[in-house]
Antibody, heavy 122, light 107 residues
Framework: QVQLVESGGGVVQPGRSLTLSCAAS????????MHWVRQAPGKGLEWLAVISYDGSHRYYTDSVKGRFTISRDNSNNTLYLQVNSLRAEDTAVYYC???????????????WGQGTLLTVSS | DIQMTQSPSSLSASVGDRVTITCRASQSVSTYVNWYQQKPGKAPKVLIY???SLQSGVPSRFSGSGSGTDFTLTISSLQPEDFATYYC?????????FGQGTRLEIK
């Protein structure tokens, strides 16, 4: 069965950097686009970024462009989100999600991880 | 960026009620709208994709309609397990924006 397991969250000081990971299993990882979505405490969902199945295309929402980098390692079935210059407003649960469409990242997110909490605080 | 505006933001209803949630896009998104359900402490779950396609395993009391800028999610007869927060999302363009959510509560 499809599984997505995020890791790497924790408490980080403002201005620091961190890399979140999402280990995927149960599907052909290298043929699906992958997304990151976050949710601040008590708030709604915010889509952050998508990477194409082969890593050749990456798109970001404006609020994280230039600070966050999405990447993937298809040989190890792992998705990453490098987060730099962290701010208090980046405090959230970070989810990875699998795109439903093969070779196309315009589908819904049909599988989600359990989320990893990142807290930015001094 | 395309803005997705849901209404209402919250809604109280009873078991057995028919409920409709609306999502309006700031520009046309064709039929590239998905609907998700999220329960407290859990990841979202997709219910409807490309406006009206029912995700596998989702009960048929959920349905979606619309095109262009106006979309609806309808629950034909509310069940106790349907009390949750619902989000629309457009996948017509990046960023793939979500609506702000509609919290469905028990009356």
């Amino acid at each position: 069965q499809v599984q997505l397991v995020e890791s790497g969250g924790g408490v980080v000081q403002p201005g620091r950097s961190l890399t979140l990971s999402c280990a995927a299993s149960g599907f052909s990882f290298s043929t699906y686009g992958m997304h990151w979505v976050r949710q601040a405490p008590g708030k709604g969902l915010e889509w952050l970024a998508v990477i194409s199945y082969d890593g050749s295309h990456r798109y970001y929402t404006d609020s994280v462009k230039g600070r966050f980098t999405i990447s993937r390692d298809n040989s190890n079935n792992t998705l990453y989100l490098q987060v730099n210059s962290l701010r208090a407003e980046d405090t959230a649960v970070y989810y990875c999600g699998k795109d439903q469409n093969h070779y196309d990242s315009t589908g819904p997110l049909d599988y989600w991880g359990q989320g990893t909490l990142l807290t930015v605080s001094s | 960026d395309i803005q997705m505006t849901q209404s209402p933001s919250s809604l109280s209803a009873s078991v057995g009620d028919r409920v409709t949630i609306t999502c309006r896009a700031s520009q046309s998104v064709s039929t590239y709208v998905n609907w998700y359900q999220q329960k407290p402490g859990k990841a979202p779950k997709v219910l409807i994709y490309t406006t009206s396609s029912l995700q596998s395993g989702v009960p048929s009391r959920f349905s979606g309609s619309g095109s262009g800028t106006d979309f609806t999610l309808t629950i034909s007869s509310l069940q106790p397990e349907d009390f949750a927060t619902y989000y629309c999302q457009q996948t017509f363009n990046t960023p793939r924006t979500f609506g702000q959510g509609t919290r469905l509560e028990i009356k």
